[in-house]
């Protein structure tokens, strides 16, 4: 079965998915009320995922928003019905609307699956009050706020691992350096992150181990008083520099924070 078409239900929390028919080029339609449903929730950190033959488990596309959200304007709205939504089709890989004359290539974006992990809230109607509703639809925002930040996390690093180039998805965390709960401000900025495996995750946030203003790994004073297995990772790490960030770089601030108030003070 098509992966899209497989986990549409957590795939379409935070990200907008249609069905496009390979038969007819994927055609496809994308709705103003959609995107700005999805905008509002997440900003513009979301994918535009497209799936075509059902059968096939690789047919799928997933584009971010970011891409193509200057095709996204009122002047090339599809003419017809009042309706307001862009149409368009893929061919050969290449991604035109209607209106626009424009054709882009996504042919990267082909086949390749995103990581997601939502875990949904199920509400009974029943003995359910009000505030309780509405504190599980906050629940809900701020876990998509959580995956779109990992998702920004990943790609500044490649989907690897900074330290250690491990790149098995389901063993990367996105890393906040500043705390979630110590500051509202970073809590969803990509310079407040670093891709580490889960080892070095906990290690990291627990203050075995920080960062200089060079973006070397400072150890632990107290390296004498852990285990051997732990004295061996942190070992394996001390003095290397994370890898380079792709788009977004780690903020300064964010290692000062970490060194003055989480570091050694396990």
């Not at 033959?53 to 193509?68: C, K, N, R, S």
């Not at 290449?94 to 209106?99: D, G």
């Not at 509405?134 to 996390?153: G, H, L, M, T």
């Not at 290690?203 to 075995?208: A, N, R, S, V």
Request: hydrophobic share 35%; glycine share 4%; proline share 2%.
């Amino acid at each position: 079965m098509n992966w899209v078409k497989e986990n549409r239900d957590q795939l379409s929390i935070n990200n907008y998915v249609r069905k496009a028919d390979a038969k007819t080029n994927y055609w496809l339609d994308l709705s103003e009320g959609r995107i700005n449903h999805y905008r509002e929730l997440i900003g513009n950190n979301f994918n535009i995922i497209i799936y075509g033959d059902e059968g096939i488990e690789t047919d799928f596309y997933i584009i971010p928003f970011e891409e193509i959200k200057h095709l996204l304007v009122e002047n090339n709205f599809a003419k017809s019905e009042g309706r307001r939504r862009w149409i368009g089709n893929i061919i050969n890989h290449h991604l035109s609307l209607s209106n626009t004359g424009i054709k882009i290539n996504i042919s990267h974006r082909y086949s390749n699956p995103i990581s997601f992990k939502v875990v949904p809230l199920i509400l009974s109607i029943e003995n359910t009050n009000d505030y309780a509703i509405e504190n599980a639809k906050r629940e809900i925002k701020v876990r998509i706020k959580q995956s779109a930040f990992r998702k920004k996390v990943l790609e500044n690093f490649d989907y690897q691992c900074c330290l250690t180039g491990v790149t098995e998805i389901e063993l990367l965390v996105a890393s906040h350096i500043i705390p979630w709960a110590a500051k509202i401000e970073t809590r969803l900025s990509p310079h407040n992150g670093l891709c580490l495996s889960t080892l070095y995750d906990s290690l990291f946030d627990k203050g075995y181990f920080t960062f200089n203003d060079s973006y070397e790994v400072i150890i632990t004073s107290k390296l004498d008083r852990l285990s051997l297995q732990a004295q061996n990772w942190l070992n394996e790490i001390s003095g290397k520099v994370i890898s380079n960030p792709v788009k977004y770089e780690i903020s300064l601030i964010a290692l000062e924070y970490h060194r003055n108030t989480i570091f050694d003070k396990f």
